[in-house]
């Protein structure tokens, strides 16, 4: 199971938004080239416009981060309302 994150920018500001995926693979996978940003982005915001992100609106949307997590972590992260089960 991972986690990512995303880095948005709207304009001069910066901010995070984050998902989970049970079946996509591991960051080992991502780290590999397995899983691509791409793919992540797609399964969030939908189709990309450009390889290195997704931009609608000129809000650019790009992979941060990608980590490992486990269920017990994701239980904490959707109590506090980071992620959504």
């Not at 880095?7 to 080239?33: A, C, H, M, R, V």
């Not at 000129?58 to 980071?82: M, W, Y």
């Amino acid at each position: 199971m991972i986690l990512v994150t995303y880095k948005i920018q709207d304009g001069d500001q910066d901010y995070f938004e984050y998902s989970w995926f049970s079946e996509l693979g591991t960051k080992s996978d991502y780290d590999e080239g397995v899983i691509k940003d791409k793919v992540l982005i797609e399964e969030v915001y939908g189709d990309t416009k450009k390889e290195e992100g997704w931009v609608n609106w000129g809000i650019l949307r790009r992979v941060h981060a990608v980590q490992d997590i486990t269920k017990k972590e994701l239980d904490v992260l959707d109590k506090f309302g980071v992620v959504h089960k």
